[in-house]
T-cell receptor, first 114, second 111 residues
Framework: KAGVTQTPRYLIKTRGQQVTLSCSPI?????VSWYQQTPGQGLQFLFE???????NKGNFPGRFSGRQFSNSRSEMNVSTLELGDSALYLC?????????????FGSGTRLTVV | AQSVTQLGSHVSVSEGALVLLRCNYS??????LFWYVQYPNQGLQLLLK??????LVKGINGFEAEFKKSETSFHLTKPSAHMSDAAEYFC?????????FGTGTSLTVIP
């Protein structure tokens, strides 16, 4: 079966712009989580969605937002981009919850802010 | 508070040598434990996981890990390193459907 699909793979944006990243989970997976990965900070949890509701949220400013659709696809939006937002953004999906099954990760979207 | 500590951000081993990547956790409840591997410009791939039952867990690519509750450890091992094992390895705990990742260990395999 198809894995977790993230689009686009690479993105270059200018400071102050906004960006939307997309994630299509594995068929049947209802939980989608987002992570920001940078060399200095490692993997940082952004938020988790389950059945179109945000279930958990990390410590990121309000410029970072997300949503999940009825087909479990999820989008992440970052407004007023800053240079420090340059990172690999990873989406991970899980069947119901991640505790027993772990995550399946997508290949990520590499965002560069210039 | 829950946390994961990976000792050694960089580990180098010779091809054919034992691989040992260390992971310690702190948790107020029994954790679910995972190891993930990340190759350059890729997402994370699940290597193995411990939820309940046997404390020695076997994963893909010849890796295994042992959950030691008394030592709050979940170290990853492989008897003989292969060049293709060069990657970043992440230990993680899952508590209440919330993942906590370690900072990662970069494994270099020397031919």
């Amino acid at each position: 079966k198809a894995g977790v699909t993230q689009t686009p793979r690479y993105l270059i944006k200018t400071r102050g712009q906004q960006v939307t990243l997309s994630c299509s989970p594995i068929s049947g997976h209802r939980s989608v989580s987002w992570y920001q990965q940078t060399p200095g900070q490692g993997l940082q949890f952004l938020f988790e969605y389950f059945s179109e509701t945000q279930r958990n949220k990390g410590n990121f400013p309000g410029r970072f937002s997300g949503r999940q659709f009825s087909n479990s696809r999820s989008e992440m939006n970052v407004s007023t981009l800053e240079l420090g937002d340059s990172a690999l953004y990873l989406c991970a999906s899980s069947f119901i919850g991640s505790q027993n099954y772990g995550y399946t990760f997508g290949s990520g979207t590499r965002l560069t802010v210039v | 508070a829950q946390s994961v500590t990976q000792l050694g951000s960089h580990v180098s081993v010779s091809e054919g040598a034992l691989v040992l990547l260390r992971c310690n956790y702190s948790s107020s409840v029994p954790p679910y434990l995972f190891w993930y591997v990340q190759y350059p410009n890729q997402g994370l791939q699940l290597l193995l996981k411990y939820t309940t039952g046997a404390t020695l867990v076997k994963g893909i690519n010849g890796f295994e890990a042992e959950f030691k509750k008394s030592e709050t450890s979940f170290h990853l091992t492989k008897p003989s390193a292969h060049m293709s094992d060069a990657a970043e390895y992440f230990c993680a705990v899952n508590i209440g459907n919330q993942f906590y990742f370690g900072t990662g260990t970069s494994l270099t395999v020397i031919p």
